[in-house]
């Protein structure tokens, strides 16, 4: 849009420059010493005319005003309908040019704001699918079984096996929940990761420890190499959780007497947590994929898990600043890196 009226300064300037030049005339009258009469006559024709440019610059500061007040709602009105192209025109340093800046800041500010509400939208709306999916299958499960128990008579070996099926349909179902939770609560921003210099043995410890067990069931050999004064900034609960999820699939899909190392490494700039494992791989193809929430390979749909631990991590790592890497050969085994930036300082 462009301006239609002169602008302020240069109507102020129009008044200065009428008024000085209405002025000459009788300066020379004075200096000429001329007759009171002309002098009085010359002074009353000077304020008149005073008067009628006063009055001319108001009617242009009225036309000014107007057209600004035209001009701002027009551009209201292109930015509340949304215009894909709407274009402003801030070159001259009028009035209006200044408060159209603003308005064309107010209008990418909101732009980007409707841009992360329809991001939020389609997020929610997958999530929710997401849900339905996963929660489809354990309660088709759990209906059959009661149904079954409701029609037909057991004995106790197989009402044992039937309620076996049951609690472990709803300890799936509590799983998924929780995860979902977590999930939903890190996208959202509800939970806020604080980073501060920890020991990065004692995280990989705790994370470690909550997998001992299973890995001990399958006479898993895990073994840490990490120096235990290492300090780097990071959140010890929710690092130890991401670094958890890999591990806890490292024992998933490693046969049984193995095993599972953990190297870690301090870079100038980073710190590097390589999780190696010696399961079946993962093809290069799905190597992409595999960090999407609730992906699963068809080849591991018999293992137990809902494919949300690694989107967990990734989600985890990357709002500390840092980065998941995989490498992965089939039959040979996988490794996840962790990178975790240095900066305490750097925003997440």
């Not at 200044?98 to 990418?108: D, F, I």
């Not at 088709?140 to 099926?165: I, R, W």
Request: charged share 25%; proline share 1%.
């Amino acid at each position: 849009m462009k301006s239609k009226s002169l602008s302020l300064k240069k109507s102020y300037f129009m008044f200065l420059v009428g008024i000085f030049f209405i002025q000459i005339p009788l300066f020379v009258l004075i200096c000429l010493n001329v007759s009171r009469v002309l002098l009085l006559s010359i002074s009353v024709v000077t304020v008149l005319l005073s008067i009628f440019w006063s009055l001319l610059l108001m009617k242009n500061l009225k036309t000014i005003n107007a057209n600004f007040v035209d001009e701002i709602c027009e551009t209201i009105d292109e930015m509340t309908k949304d215009k894909i192209n709407l274009k402003f025109n801030s070159d001259e340093e009028t009035l209006f040019s200044k408060v159209e800046y603003k308005l064309r800041r107010l209008y990418e500010m909101l732009q980007v704001r409707k841009n992360s509400i329809n991001e939020e939208k389609l997020n929610l709306e997958s999530l929710i699918s997401d849900i339905s999916h996963q929660l489809k299958t354990p309660a088709t499960n759990l209906k059959m079984v009661l149904s079954f128990l409701k029609e037909e008579d057991f004995d106790e070996k197989e009402k044992l096996e039937y309620l076996n099926t049951i609690e472990s349909q709803v300890d799936k179902i509590e799983f998924l929940i929780h995860a979902l939770i977590k999930t939903s609560r890190l996208e959202t921003g509800i939970i806020k990761l604080e980073k501060s210099k920890n020991s990065i043995y004692e995280t990989i410890a705790l994370a470690v420890g909550n997998i001992y067990l299973e890995a001990k069931k399958k006479s898993l050999d895990i073994t840490v190499k990490c120096s235990e004064d290492l300090l780097i900034p990071h959140d010890v609960k929710w690092t130890a959780e991401a670094i958890f999820n890999i591990l806890d699939n490292a024992v998933k899909y490693t046969p049984e007497n193995a095993r599972i190392s953990i190297c870690v490494e301090d870079w100038e700039q980073y710190t590097k947590i390589d999780i190696e494992d010696s399961g079946m791989g993962i093809v290069e193809s799905s190597q992409g994929k595999i960090f999407q929430r609730f992906y699963r390979e068809d080849s591991v749909h018999n293992i137990e898990g809902i494919g949300i631990g690694l989107y967990l991590s990734r989600n985890i790592i990357s709002k500390q600043g840092g980065y998941i890497k995989v490498s992965s050969k089939i039959g040979e085994g996988s490794i996840f890196s962790i990178f975790l930036p240095h900066e305490s300082f750097r925003d997440f």
